[in-house]
Every structure is written in C-alpha cells, then in structure tokens.
C-alpha cells in the first residue's frame, strides 16, 4: 500500500496513493494509521483525492481510526471524489468527519 | 458487461460496489466452516429492469432481517460504525434486495427499475 505523509505542526496530513480503499487494502490502511497514532499524532488529515472507490470495509477502517484517536473532529477528509463523498453521505458518516476539498482548507480546519 | 449494454456509468459505479460487497460477504461469511463452495454472479436486463444476482451455496443468509446500522452521534464514539455498512449501501444502488433459499442454493439479488427498451 502506497501512503505518504508529512507534518504541518501537530498536525499530520496522510496521503492515500491507492485507487481502491477496499477490503484487499482495509486491514493495512487500519495497521498504518494505528501506527500513526501510537507514534503520537492526534491530529490526521486524510487526503482521499486519489482514491476512485471505497468499499464498507473501507470506511469501517476511517471510522476505526477516528475512533482510536478518541475525539470526533481531529479526523478531517480532504479531497473525496463524487463517488466516495456519496458514500460518506449514505453512511451518515459526514456527521462525524469533517470533510472539505483540499489540503488547505482541511489544515485551517485543524487551525495549524 | 454493464458498460456494454450502454447502461450509465453512474449507475454501473454503484453496482460495480454493490457486486464487490455482496462477494465480499460470501467470501467472508458464506462458507465458514465449511468446504470452499460455489460464488456465482448472474446479471439479466429485461422489459422490467436490471437484475444483479450473487450466489451461493453456502450458510443461509437473508439481509433483509438484518437492522441498519445506528444513527452515528458526534458526540457518541460507540454509534460510530465500524460495520454493517455493506448492506445499506448495496441496497442504495438498487431498488430491491431479494433474498431466497432453496435447497442448498442461496440467491441474493438487486433488482434495478431500469428497463431495458427493444430496439424498434
């Protein structure tokens, strides 16, 4: 699985390199961002902008690590295409994540 | 086979997820403790409209007696859902979810209102 990250002060951006966050790539998708957030990060934006399709077990491993960091809002998505956004609708899950369009609007979200 | 049929790509998008869900399951629930089995996929386009079928021969399964998943609560991690997603967004790219048994053969279908209009 391709992942790229970097820090913009506490804050964390990780870039999914994936076209399919689906269940073949869910289980390594949950594992780094476990990772992520055991190194210390609290704070994660998650750039989506390369990804075409997300499965069920795909958003069920956001929803994990929004859940291990703890808190609703310290989880912004940026970057969706129409199709995952649609998704996140159904799901209702647009109530927990913040979900904006690009890097920037999503760090100035998180303040940084 | 969608695309061909010159069905829209919107729509082949959503049962293309809806597919990938329903053979996920089987994968993951159909057959457990018991023998590798039968996975197989019918797609029929009629004066009715859009049939997607997954079958299977393995643990009954009817998805209609399964609740949908809780309305998430910013404020409450435990409705955060981690699962049970898969049905609810199989049932969205359709306009029916069938479920029958017979025998040993579980069919799962979506049927889609879409008819399939023959050329004049």
Redesign the interface.
Known sequence: MHIETNNHGDVLVVKLFESRL??YVATDFRDAMDGFISQGSERIVLDLSKVE?V???G??AI??T??RL?R??DLVICGPCE?VMR?FK????D??FQIVNTEDQALTVLEV | MLTEWGLPS?RV?AW??AV??LT?NVFRHSYKNLSPGVLGLSLNWDDTGLTISVIDEGHPFDPNLVPP?P?????D?RT???????L??VR?AGDDLRYASTGKRNVLSLFTALPRVSPA
């Open positions: 689906d269940s399709f499965d069920s077990s958003l069920g929803v994990t929004q859940k703890g609703a809002r199709t998704l159904l799901a209702r899950l109530k927990i | 919107d998008a293309e997820m990938s869900e996920t998943p309305d998430p609560d910013p404020a991690p955060w859902p981690e699962g049970g997603m898969g609810m967004m969205s």
